[in-house]
């Protein structure tokens, strides 16, 4: 059996690898221009595809939405940079989806013929084609550190709506020093760290931490308002 190179995917809570590479937008140093950001890090397996175009027209008309989060765009893929280039210019020109048209790409679009980007990604998976990136996201905090990665079949577009609550969840997470529960949104009550002692969890069983609802021990909630939570994570 022919071997076949493994690519090893860095982990959450990893400092994210460093690359220089060129982009639509020109040269980037990778994660030290981004420092002090929120960084998206997207990849798409090939330009001149229907499911990345569409997730580029969403992304380009979101940036906005992200921008006033603190947070960055950066697409990737394998293809070169004339590519990246005629692909956007198309995406401009012609395509019109969901009623939006004449979305002009602004975040920069990595050239990555080398695969030098994807390799140190783990994007580039066993068994499927050499040519091609995996479709993944990586969001990567202020310090340059993977806090979240979800990976996508090549048929399945990305929900938008849930990266930038991935993103807003992560930040009140930090800011608060809570954890958010299963589909959080801003202004739901989140959850506060189990009790690291007898003592602590009798007090809060008792009812003695006025402000947490507990329903045992190791699960206790508490409120968190959305104006405190978008006050913290949005830029006005």
Request: with cysteine; glycine share 6%.
């Amino acid at each position: 059996m022919e071997n076949q190179e493994v690519n090893p995917m860095p982990r959450i809570g990893e400092k994210a690898p460093e690359f220089k590479a060129v982009t639509t937008q020109g040269e980037i140093n990778f994660p030290s221009d981004y420092k002090g950001n929120w960084v998206i890090l997207f990849s798409h397996p090939a330009d001149f595809t229907p499911v990345c175009t569409s997730e580029f027209m969403t992304f380009a008309t979101l940036e906005e939405q992200f921008a006033n989060a603190n947070c960055k765009l950066v697409g990737l893929s394998v293809d070169g940079l004339y590519s990246h280039i005629a692909w956007l210019r198309t995406i401009k020109e012609k395509i019109e989806y969901k009623g939006m048209k004449n979305v002009e790409v602004k975040f920069p679009l990595i050239e990555d013929i080398s695969m030098n980007v994807a390799k140190k990604y783990g994007m580039i998976m066993p068994g499927q084609s050499n040519t091609q990136a995996v479709r993944a996201v990586f969001i990567i905090d202020p310090k340059g550190v993977i806090r979240t990665i979800i990976y996508y079949p090549l048929s399945l577009g990305r929900n938008f709506d849930e990266l930038y609550r991935a993103l807003i969840a992560l930040q009140t997470s930090d800011e608060f020093g809570i954890a958010t529960p299963a589909d959080w949104r801003p202004g739901e009550d989140v959850i506060v760290s189990p009790a690291s002692s007898c003592s602590t969890a009798e007090n809060r069983m008792g009812g003695k931490e006025e402000d947490l609802d507990c329903k045992d021990w190791f699960f206790c909630t508490k409120k968190l308002d959305e104006e405190t939570v978008l006050k913290k994570v949005l830029k006005k």
